[in-house]
């Protein structure tokens, strides 16, 4: 029975751990059903300089789009000031968005980033996916979420 126990409570601190964002849309023009980022245990998400985060967002686009780029940023909290970060690549058909983008066909986009700050702190991040490289562009989706930066 001890061991059993053991067993169990070593594979439930081995899960990762997911958590369903809580987003506010900065304009998506696809339906976004959910965003899930791993691992992030908690709202706002607690971050670590230079960890590797998977995020899941399952959409439905509303209009067709050949191809699909990626473009990521932090507001941090107070300031006012946006930080841009790199993505690479920035394509997002080559990191899991099945292009071209077919409107009312629902599909799970899956990439994962290593957090690109090096240094502590609370920010709005903002993650968007364009149909151009063109960071002027209108996006197909654009959420953003609250996180904490940590060492």
Same mark, same amino acid.
């Given at each position: 029975m001890i061991k059993i126990i053991a067993l169990l409570v070593l594979s439930l601190v081995s899960c990762t751990v997911a958590v369903q964002l809580?987003?506010?849309s900065? +304009? !998506?023009t696809a339906v976004v059903h959910s965003i899930v980022l791993e691992p992030c245990a908690a709202e706002p998400c607690v971050i670590h300089i230079g960890q590797n985060?998977? +995020? !899941?967002?399952?959409?439905?686009?509303?209009?067709n789009h050949d191809h699909a780029y990626?473009?990521?940023s932090g507001d941090v909290t107070g300031a006012g000031t946006e930080e841009i970060w790199n993505i690479n690549p920035n394509d997002a058909c080559t990191k899991?968005?099945?292009c071209p983008i077919q409107a009312g066909l629902q599909q799970t986009y899956t990439a994962t980033v290593t957090v690109p700050i090096t240094n502590p702190k609370r920010m709005?991040?903002?993650w968007q996916v364009k149909d151009s490289n063109d960071p002027a562009a209108h996006p197909i989706i654009c959420f953003?979420?609250?996180?904490?930066?940590?060492?």
């Open positions: 809580k987003y506010v900065c +304009g !998506s985060y998977t +995020g !899941s967002i399952n959409f439905t686009p509303k209009v990626n473009f990521a899991g968005v099945k709005a991040a903002k953003v979420f609250p996180v904490t930066i940590v060492a």
